[in-house]
């Protein structure tokens, strides 16, 4: 099973709709993240959280919200989806400065 | 704030030829260094990290980077690849400052390996 997994892989929606990505992990990590992968743009952190209490907007945080209702899980909300937001969608974990992220296999998100 | 630059959007090489994969980044404060690799349709996996100690490192499959701290570079290596080297590799920084150690990444490096 992966350590971190994200529900659900694909989803197409259309304009206006709310929709929620999910994401749960079993690494025992703190810190939860989640990022948009555009091509072209890499990758750019849209929320980060430290612990269930500590929930920080990232780069690119318009238009999008999150709920971290556990240590082990952090949704990601788009609450009126627009096309721009059509992307790869990506959760991670780490542990802190100077470790790595570990990342989900990514949902990809069509809005229409 | 920091940010990083991955010097080629594309790079086409021939099967077991020599690979460079440049990135250079910007920041005020140390730093900490990784180079990912996404294979088509999955997710990110890390190749290598440098924290610190001897400038070079080794990382999974062959790769291997350089930190030049004069020239705030950590460029990606390998000597000769294999067709199942293509993907996509991206550089990220993380430093001891205002990024509260977030990872910031470069754009993405497409290696295309031919036969």
């Known amino acids: 099973d992966a350590d971190v997994t994200q529900t659900p892989r694909n989803r197409i929606t259309k304009t206006g709709k709310r929709i929620m990505l999910e994401c749960s992990q079993t690494k025992g990590h703190d810190r939860m993240y989640w990022y948009r992968q555009d091509p072209g743009l890499g990758l750019r952190l849209i929320y980060y959280?430290?612990?269930?209490?500590?929930?920080n907007k990232g780069e690119i945080s318009d238009g999008y919200s999150v709920s971290r209702q556990a240590q082990a899980k952090f949704s990601l909300s788009l609450e009126s989806a627009i096309p721009n937001q059509t992307a790869l969608y990506f959760c991670a974990t780490g542990t802190g400065w100077g470790t790595e992220a570990f990342f989900g296999q990514g949902t990809r998100l069509t809005v229409v | 704030a920091q940010s990083v630059t991955q010097l080629d959007s594309q790079v086409p090489v021939f099967e077991e030829a020599p690979v460079e994969l440049r990135c250079n980044y910007s920041?005020?404060?140390?730093?900490?260094l990784f180079w990912y690799v996404q294979y088509p349709n999955q997710g990110l996996q890390l190749l290598l990290k440098y924290l610190s100690g001897s400038t070079l490192v080794k990382g999974i499959n062959g790769f291997e980077a350089e930190f030049n701290k004069s020239q705030t570079s950590f460029h990606l290596r390998k000597p000769s690849v294999h067709i199942s080297d293509t993907a996509e590799y991206f550089c990220?920084?993380?430093?001891?400052?205002?990024?509260?150690?977030?990872?910031?990444f470069g754009k993405g490096t497409k290696l295309s390996v031919k036969p």
């Open positions: 959280s430290f612990d269930v209490k500590d929930i």
């Open positions: 920041s005020s404060v140390s730093v900490y």
């Open positions: 990220a920084v993380s430093d001891l400052g205002g990024s509260q150690g977030n990872l910031i």
